[in-house]
C-alpha cells in the first residue's frame, strides 16, 4: 500500500510540473495540434541533458549495458530470449487495455484483452506469443499517449542518467502505468528487474544500428530527434497527419518590365 501511495504521490507531483510547463489543448482532431507541438523540440534543458548523454552513453552503455546486450544476443538461446521478453510484454496489456479505453480505442482495448486470455493460458503465462500467431498484433500504449491526447504537451525533453530519453509527459505516463495491475502487485525491485530485462533486450536489437549512431554529426541530437519521432508516431498510431507548409509567392518580389 505504502508503495502505491508513493508512486501516487509522485504521479500527482509530476503530472502537475508536466502541466505547469507544458499547458492543455483539446483533444487531438484531423489538424493535429499535438503532432505540430510534439514535432517541434524543446530541448529548454539541453546542457545539463548533454552531461546526462556523455554520461549514458560513454559510461554506462560503454561498459555496462552494451557489453550485457551482446552476451545477450551471442549466448542466450533464441527460444529462451523470446520467451522471457514475451512474459515481460505479457504483463503490459492490461496497462495497454485501460490506456486504450481512455483514448477511446475500443478495439484496441479489446485486443489487448484478448492477447492478455490467450497468451496467459495458451501461451503459457506470455511465455509464447499465440495471440500474434492468429492475428492479434501487439499494441501497448502508454499513459503518455493518452496524455498526449488530450492535449498535455509533451514538456522538456529529458536525457535521464542510465534511463535515457523521455519528457515530462512521458514520465507521468510511466508513473501512471505502475499503478497498474499487476505493477502495483509485483513490487519493486521485481518491477525494476522486468525493465531491465525489457532494456537488455531492446538494447540488444539495437546493436546492428549502432553504425547509423556513431556516423551521424552529433549523436545527442540524432537520438533526441528520433525519440520524437518514435513518440508522435506513437501517438498517432503510425499515421502522423502532414504539417501543410505556406507556400511563398516569390513573383511579388521581382518585376521583370
Request: net charge negative; with cysteine; charged share 20%.
Amino acid at each position: 500500500m505504502d508503495t502505491i501511495l508513493n508512486n501516487l504521490i509522485r504521479a500527482i507531483f509530476v503530472l502537475g510540473l508536466a502541466l505547469a510547463l507544458g499547458g492543455c489543448a483539446n483533444k487531438i482532431d484531423d489538424t493535429a495540434p499535438v503532432t505540430i507541438i510534439d514535432q517541434k523540440i524543446y530541448d529548454p534543458l539541453e546542457p545539463a541533458n548533454r552531461v546526462s548523454w556523455d554520461l549514458n552513453y560513454k559510461v554506462f552503455d560503454k561498459y555496462l549495458l552494451r557489453p550485457v546486450a551482446v552476451f545477450y544476443r551471442n549466448y542466450i538461446p533464441d527460444p529462451l530470449k523470446s520467451g522471457i521478453y514475451n512474459v515481460t510484454s505479457n504483463l503490459n496489456e492490461p496497462s495497454a487495455m485501460v490506456n486504450n479505453l481512455l483514448q477511446g480505442n475500443v478495439a484496441d482495448a479489446g485486443n489487448a484483452l484478448g492477447r492478455l486470455l490467450i497468451n496467459s493460458t495458451l501461451g503459457i503465462l506470455g511465455v509464447f506469443d499465440v495471440a500474434s500467431e492468429i492475428g492479434l498484433d501487439a499494441k501497448h500504449d502508454e499513459f503518455g499517449e493518452v496524455l498526449a491526447v488530450y492535449g498535455v504537451h509533451a514538456g522538456p525533453y529529458l536525457m535521464v542518467p542510465a534511463m535515457g530519453p523521455t519528457t515530462v509527459r512521458n514520465e507521468v505516463g510511466d508513473v501512471v502505468d505502475d499503478l497498474y495491475i499487476p505493477g502495483t502487485l509485483i513490487g519493486f525491485l521485481p518491477g525494476l528487474g522486468i525493465k531491465l530485462i525489457k532494456g537488455i533486450h531492446q538494447r540488444a536489437q539495437l546493436l546492428e544500428q549502432e553504425a547509423v549512431l556513431k556516423s551521424s554529426l552529433d549523436p545527442y541530437i540524432f537520438v533526441r530527434e528520433a525519440y520524437y519521432q518514435y513518440r508522435t508516431n506513437d501517438i498517432y498510431d503510425g499515421n502522423v497527419p502532414e504539417i501543410e507548409e505556406e507556400d511563398e509567392d516569390f513573383g511579388d518580389d521581382f518585376d521583370l518590365d
